[in-house]
């Protein structure tokens, strides 16, 4: 326990960086998601392929992987800098790393819920002369959204423990790493251990609860 | 393919748009592409000498086959240990008695909540504290695969027995069997065939998640590829990530059809009265997306 006290600040501030990750990348993810959801359902070949092979590829790389490259084969190769601060930098590669991965996942959960939509909603849409732009936006998309709630919900808390990858991309503030750091010194303390899972499970329980509840209070009554 | 029914057949201002649109896409996906290409050729990762290696024999069984292998050795290993943990505790999950059911409960979702990461960094630093020095990163790894995949398998489990419609337990019982017997030899057998999808996608997320073992470095195919590779083989660092990743990607791609195959084939038969279970909103075939979805 005296462990876990002595390197609490430490820890808290590599936790607040996991925060930090995942904050941008659930907005970044969704954001992406939705603009390859509407890239695979859209009447041009040419996206719909690009989307597909887009989601097919990231989702079954390991996030290591694409971590791993977006720091030595992006920033080092590529010359992909965000920032002068090496910190900074990394930051914002494991991020966007992550947010292109977690985009897949979130693509896929939207996909499903557009095809809980039924035909007869977007036939009524054509029917009145919506483009495809506005059914998708209008009609599909939102009833698609408030179908899958929850499995985004399960989308955002495996992002959120995907956080600790970013070690993997040579960031080595967050908490994963500040605890590998911390073991090196002190070894396998439990305490710690335990500390950092309910720092985590009080970030993602809510978020599953929340998910659950709106799910529920949102469902399209058919 | 039939036309979806989010848009109409095009006329022609639709189809110039859709050409304008094509013509855009390929554009982007080229500039891309050629912005990749040309950042890499800059730094001369497509020169010969660094490529020419890779068809060779001996590059191939020096790096490149004992990182596989030892990535497919962590994968089968964890995937058999973690199918009994599920095994053991989804049908734990459903026990009639409460010392039993309430904490495999708890293992089971303390174990899901948990980052992998951290839980395999503590096992590779608990192990040489309880039993002195030596390399642990082939056991932390496993042990922390199968702790997560199991805890998942057991949810996949209680699902696929719970989906078995009443009728079948109650017509077991009816016909006067245990309780061991309708699990063993009515709900269980029918629960598989719908669980199978599920717990091969399963699979294929700790198939990806052997990966994780490059942070604790063990020899992996990620390891090789990253670190092995590129310094046996000076600055081939692009290679070799191209090569390995075009192998996890075929290897899981190949296990997700097969999951997929898997889950028509159970969708279609007969013989189980159980519909195919999955782990997230299942795909409903008469959906809007579906037609347009090649």
């Known amino acids: 326990m005296d462990e876990l006290i002595k390197y609490a600040p430490d820890l808290a501030l590599g936790f607040l960086e ?10 970044v993810s969704m954001i992406l ?26 989702r079954n790389t390991p996030l290591t992987l694409v971590l791993a490259f977006s720091a030595l084969g992006l920033s080092d190769r590529l010359g992909l800098v965000f920032s002068d601060v090496p910190l900074t930098n990394s930051f914002w590669l494991v991020s966007l790393g992550l947010s292109a991965y977690t985009a ?11 095809n809980t939509v039924p035909i007869g909603q977007a036939e009524a849409a054509r029917s009145i002369g919506l483009t495809f732009m506005q059914s998708l936006t209008m009609i599909i998309l939102p009833q698609a959204f408030r179908a899958v709630i929850a499995p985004l919900g399960s989308v955002m ?5 995907n956080t600790t990858v970013a070690t993997a991309g040579g960031y080595l503030a967050d908490s994963a790493a500040v605890m590998k750091i911390t073991f090196d010194q002190t070894g396998a303390s439990i305490p710690i251990f335990i500390g950092l899972i309910i720092a985590f499970m009080v970030l993602t329980m809510p978020i599953g609860f929340l998910t659950g509840w709106l799910s529920r209070r949102l469902a399209v009554v058919r | 393919m039939s036309a979806s029914v989010l848009f109409d057949i095009p006329g022609p201002r639709a189809r ?8 855009l896409g390929v554009a982007a996906v080229a500039a891309a592409l050629y912005g990749v290409y040309a950042g890499f050729d800059a730094k001369g990762q497509w020169a010969a000498e660094i490529w020419l290696p890779f068809l060779k024999w001996n590059t191939w069984q020096v790096y490149i086959f004992p990182g596989l292998i030892g990535t497919l050795r962590a994968a089968a290993a964890a995937s058999v240990l973690a199918l009994v943990f599920g095994i053991v505790f989804g049908l734990a999950r459903l ?20 980052p992998l990461l951290l839980l395999i960094f503590f096992i ?20 922390g695969l199968t702790l997560y995949n199991g805890s998942v398998l057991a949810e996949i489990v209680r699902a696929g027995v719970n989906a078995v419609p009443k009728g079948q337990a109650e017509a077991a019982y009816a016909v006067g069997m245990r309780k061991n017997q309708v699990m063993r030899l009515v709900l269980v057998p029918q629960a598989v065939t719908a669980m199978m999808p599920a717990i091969v996608s399963q699979l294929v997320v700790l198939l990806k998640d052997t990966a994780l073992g490059y942070i604790i470095a063990y020899v992996d195919l990620l390891n090789t590829g990253f670190n092995i590779l590129p310094a046996a083989i000076f600055g081939a660092l692009i290679p070799a990530a191209i090569v390995v990743g075009v192998i996890y990607v075929a290897l899981n791609m190949a296990l997700s059809f097969l999951a997929t195959w898997l889950e028509r084939r159970s969708r279609r038969s007969r013989r189980s009265t159980t519909p195919p279970i999955t782990t997230g909103p299942g795909p409903i075939e008469s959906g809007v997306g579906s037609a347009a979805v090649p």
């Open chain 2, 124 to 143: 590779f630093y608990l192990f040489p504290t309880l039993m002195g020095g030596g390399d642990y990163g082939f056991v932390a790894l496993v042990l």
């Open chain 2, 16 to 23: 110039l748009r859709n050409g304008l649109l094509t013509v």
């Open chain 1, 33 to 58: 998601g939705t603009i390859l959801v509407a890239m695979r359902v859209s009447p041009t070949p040419v996206l719909r392929a690009a989307g597909t092979v887009y989601v097919n590829v990231v």
């Open chain 2, 95 to 114: 026990s009639d008695h409460s010392w039993i059911r309430i904490p495999a409960g708890a293992v089971v979702e303390i174990f899901r909540a948990i």
């Open chain 1, 157 to 161: 808390i495996a992002m959120i423990k």
């Open chain 1, 104 to 114: 897949a996942f979130v693509c896929e959960a939207l996909r499903a819920g557009v």
């Open chain 1, 18 to 27: 996991n925060v930090k990750i995942a904050a941008v990348g659930a907005v």
